[in-house]
């Protein structure tokens, strides 16, 4: 059957009493494993006076296990010839190994020790508190992360899940208890809402088998639900943080958007990709670096989530150019919800985004890059072979309208980072 | 396959009569095709007035050449799904396009005309200028690139090792667009470059493709060899840079040997030992990043111990002596001082006793680990591929996975002792001034 060897097709099976397990083919001639466990596990479930304790968790389940310390745990990795990382974002934090193909059931067996039964020693705690709190600072202090959590907070108000970018704050941070940590895994890496997914090659019965096996002691914990208070639509604002001594200024423009799940997401997306996602093609880097030569970067990116989304337009450039800059962003942003494309335009950014697929599929981190965002969102098996028919139904109209929607530039925040005394009045 | 404990798919290797050395790495079942440049040209081949020109030269090789007007390479590539970049280094360019497999004529048509024929036009260099600055200054932005920029000038008085690859400021606010050309017209041309293609396709066709396209283009490319050679250092040379960031930071560099020392696979188990993944094996592109891994010696000694956030070393083998880095961020409180000195500690006690059984054992372990799963995707093959035909022929790679196993704690020891001379040290030391960054 062609699903069993085609990267591009999910299996999901039934529920391990609330565990989705999803399969992937690796693509052929490749010889490594990958497998990532996805769960409620985001900085949006951060308590209200514990905010960072998500991040702390992800990042100290790569640190040890009841059974090994760190340093052990690190060995064992590279005798097996393994890499493990841990990531997480506002709705979901993720562990994922990656490694030999021929021995994936061992290395499944590593993965759900490091997410059922992580160590939390003190001293990793200490140390990743440390690295923390010097995160904190530099988000402040660089213009591009800066300009990034001045978005945020200007969008989304207090308790919202997007508004912070999961560090924490200080006062949290430093009080933090291994007992904290232990209680929000508990409470959060369990099976309920959490995913699997496992690329390998293997049928799905015999992954599903090695699943139950390795994840038998993950707890049934119960489905998390976040908070969204109402993003309320203001006018456009600007927000400008002047960071004197640095060489450069950085701009985003952006506000809140739609959800994966929104039918109007495939228009969205080539919005997007139009406006500023799709490289040297799109508008943005015509524009403003082809053509202007104003800047070396600028883009624009939709985070599309489970349960809503941001868009943001960003640049970064000198003091002496940013409200030029800043112009051609706002001016680029309208348009594209004014005007629709032509249709020649449309088709050139939607053949390059349909066309890329094999590139997405070269290896088996690559493969289940993409799976891991269609399983995730629960999206149908066959959704990765549907996306190019998805794309071009998308019709000129259909993009202006979708962009109006998900790229609001009327209610957008534009946010300056940067050197801004230094600039020309 | 698993030459050597390589995993390297078959490699064709031949040369055009113009010089032009050409690797054919087929993989019968990828659905991608990627095709490489590398050119053996880099900062290395630059002097004060026109730094940054290998750079400069890599942003106007997509501004134009005659099948391809200004932004037509960007256009057609994408347009059929495909990616591109193209980075530049102390010792060499690389460029690269990777297409779904049924495009691969697209690249080398690309790459077959602007070898030797790019415009490089007043108009098109004016306008690159300032792309060109604003890629600087996001640099400068950070402080750990104002450190190493600092640094390197510091450690070379004569060599060109001493600038960046951006290259200065002022050099890019006054570099001309016909000094840039004669620098193109010197340089670029087959004899200083290789063609690398990797992937899916049928390697006859394509090797009679690539005689087609390339074989009649000039036997361009003058020597690219530097004659500067840095005397020994005479002694410690510091210096400490102040701005915005967040706590204190330190780049300690030595003296290294070149690529070509027999020394090398020593050097890279002391790059191991103290920062942790292998530079050379490990999986896909990671040229100049690394993982952070909790049993390298500076990460347990600075890191665990609650002196710095971040500790690593850094050694790329380059093709003349360059430096051997140990980097630390500090934790909050700790001064800069007392990091130097954990550092000094750290390198000297390597020195002393050499990496342990265990140690050695762990390194290998990762060497073989990378070694496993480097080859993924057409895009990473024809990377490693080039990169190793570039720096000195495909059996490097061969030969040092070997003798990355093979090297000694010993050897390991007295290659530390050569390398961690107190007379042979540069430090750069950055201190932060003022608060995080409130407005």
Known sequence: ??????????????????????????????????????????WGFDPGSKSGVARVVSQLLTSGTERQS?????????????????????????????GPSADWEKLLEI?????VTPRFAVADLQRVRRQLLERQLRELSQPASRAEYELFRAIYPEGHPYRSTGLGDRRSVVRLTPEHLRRFHR??????????????????????????????????????????????????????????????????????????????????FLANEILGGRAQLSRLFQRVRERGGLVYHASSELEAMRYGGYFEVGAGTGADRWRKVADQLTNELARIGE????????????????????????????????????????????YLLRWPALLRAVRPRDVRRAAETAMDRDHAVTVLAGPLDTSVP | MARGGVHRPPVRSFELPNGLRVRLAPVAESPTASVWVWYRVGSKNEHPGITGASHWVEHMLFEGSPRYAKGAI????????????????????????????????????????RMTRAAIT?????????????????????????????????????????????????????????????????????????????????????????????????????????????????????????????????????????????????????????????????????????????????????????????????????????????????????????????????????????????????????????????????????????LFSTLRSLELEDELYRELLRVTAAEVREQAQKLFRADARVVVRYEPSGEAGDA
Not at chain 2, 90 to 97: I, K, R, S, V
Request: charged letters at 25%; one cysteine or more.
């Open chain 1, 111 to 115: 993965l759900a020790e490091v997410v």
């Open chain 2, 122 to 386: 007043d108009r098109e260099v004016a306008r690159e200028r300032t792309v060109i600055h604003s890629e600087r200054e996001g640099n400068e932005n950070w402080p750990e690139f104002r450190v190493e920029e600092e640094l390197f000038q510091l450690a070379f008085r004569v060599h060109p090792y001493r600038w960046d690859a951006l290259g200065r400021r002022h050099d890019i606010e006054t570099m001309s667009a016909e000094q840039l050309r004669e620098y193109y017209r010197r340089f670029y041309g087959p004899r200083n470059a290789a063609l690398v293609v990797a992937g899916g396709f049928d390697p006859a066709k394509t090797e009679a493709e690539v005689r087609r396209r390339f074989s009649a283009l000039p036997a361009w490319g003058e020597d690219v060899s530097v004659a500067e050679e840095e005397p020994a250092p005479a002694g410690e040379r510091r210096s400490t840079l102040s701005g915005p960031g967040t706590t204190p930071y330190v780049q300690v560099g030595w003296r290294s040997p070149a690529l070509t020392d027999p020394s090398t696979p020593a050097t890279l188990i002391v790059d191991t030992v103290l920062g942790g993944e292998s530079r050379i094996f490990s999986a896909g592109m990671g040229w100049r990043g690394r993982r952070e891994h909790p049993t390298a010696r500076l990460y347990r000694a600075l890191v665990d111990k609650g002196l710095a956030v971040r500790a690593t070393s850094g050694w790329s083998p380059r093709c003349y002596p360059s430096l051997f880095t140990v980097q630390a961020q500090a934790a909050a409180g700790v001064s800069l001082d007392r990091l130097e000195h954990a550092i000094e500690s750290v390198v000297r006690r390597l020195a002393r006793d050499g990496p342990s059984a265990r140690e050695m054992s762990d390194v290998r372990a990762r060497i073989r680990r990378g070694a496993a799963l480097a080859y993924e995707g057409a895009t990473s093959i024809g990377f490693r591929v080039g």
């Open chain 1, 187 to 268: 409470d959060r890496y369990t099976r309920n809402g959490s995913l699997l997914l496992v690329t390998v090659p293997a049928a799905f019965g015999t992954v599903e088998s090695a699943v139950r096996r390795s994840f038998a002691e993950l707890p049934d914990g119960r489905t998390p639900e976040l908070r969204f208070p109402p993003v309320r639509s203001t006018r456009p604002r600007i927000v400008k943080v002047d960071l004197p001594g640095r060489s450069q200024v950085e701009l985003r423009i952006g506000g809140d958007s739609i959800a994966r799940s929104d039918p109007e997401y495939p228009a969205a």
């Open chain 2, 74 to 113: 960007d256009r057609a590539v994408l347009k059929v799904g495909g990616e591109l970049n193209a980075f530049t280094d102390t010792d060499f360019t690389a460029y690269f396009t990777t297409v779904p497999r049924e495009h691969l004529s697209l690249p080398l048509d690309i790459e077959s005309d």
């Open chain 1, 1 to 42: 059957m062609r699903e069993t060897t085609d990267p591009r097709f999910i299996e999901y099976g039934q529920d391990l009493d609330g565990l989705t397990v999803a399969r992937q083919a690796p693509p052929a001639g490749t010889a490594s494993f990958s497998a990532t466990y996805i769960g409620p596990g985001g």
């Open chain 1, 339 to 382: 005007r629709s494309p032509t249709t020649a335009e449309l088709r050139m950014v939607r053949e390059s985004s349909v066309g890329e697929l094999p590139l997405s599929l070269e290896s088996t981190a690559d493969a289940h890059e993409i799976a891991l965002e269609t399983a995730y969102h629960r999206l149908p098996g066959d």
């Open chain 1, 70 to 98: 760190r340093a052990s745990l690190a060995r064992t990795l590279d005798r097996a010839g393994a890499t493990l990382a841990s990531d997480c974002a506002p709705e979901s934090a993720e562990v994922t190994i990656w």
